[in-house]
């Protein structure tokens, strides 16, 4: 299967290896069902992350054994606007506002909701991934590294969400969907 053939595989894993690119493109050969049961074996369960409020605290938890010096997060939410295949994973925002003669700044952190609903390692490392930008704003050499610091397998974590994300776009499904917490309390 050619990378012309599949836009979204040149889109999302233009910066691959020509070898990988091709090993996916296998994969998605149909409907990607065996793309499907590679990511499926290799992570099995998702993570029970569902509100925002579950999403604030896993942030924080990570952010304060990783990031202690950094501003304070002030929201941060699962956001049905973002359109992942289009835009981001999620989003950090910061807003200054003059109160008086004093500057107050706001963060936020936005992540797509299709990750309500992914293995926690693909949760992990876009939380990692946005973190990261309260310290480093660009994506250069000092951003990967810090992630690679609070995430060992980031790379490698950011190559499977890819791959997954051709396979949405791909197949027009998704994985690991439950529909009810009792769902995900069996699979626990």
């Not at 691959?16 to 409907?31: C, F, I, K, R």
């Not at 002030?74 to 606007?81: A, S, T, Y």
């Not at 359109?83 to 992540?111: C, D, K, M, P, Y």
Request: hydrophobic letters at 40%; glycine letters at 4%; a positive charge.
């Amino acid at each position: 299967m050619t990378n012309a053939k599949l836009p979204l595989l040149s889109r999302l894993l233009g910066a691959y290896p020509a070898s990988l690119q091709d090993q996916v493109g296998e994969l998605l050969a149909g409907e990607g069902e065996a793309l499907a049961g590679v990511l499926l074996r290799k992570y099995p369960q998702v993570h029970r992350v569902r509100s925002d409020k579950a999403l604030f605290d896993y942030m924080a938890d990570l952010k304060a054994r990783h990031l202690r010096s950094t501003p304070p997060l002030h929201k941060v939410l699962f956001d049905n606007k973002l359109h992942v295949l289009r835009h981001a994973l999620g989003l950090h925002v910061s807003t200054a506002r003059v109160q008086g003669n004093r500057l107050s700044t706001r963060r936020e952190i936005r992540i797509a909701s299709l990750f309500r609903q992914v293995p926690e390692d693909f949760l992990h490392m876009i939380v990692v991934h946005e973190l990261a930008h309260l310290r480093e704003s660009n994506h250069d050499k000092a951003f990967y590294q810090l992630c690679e610091h609070m995430e060992p397998r980031y790379h490698q974590l950011e190559f499977d969400l890819r791959t997954y994300l051709v396979y949405c776009e791909h197949s027009g499904k998704r994985l690991w969907i439950q529909d009810t917490p009792e769902k995900i309390a069996v699979n626990a």
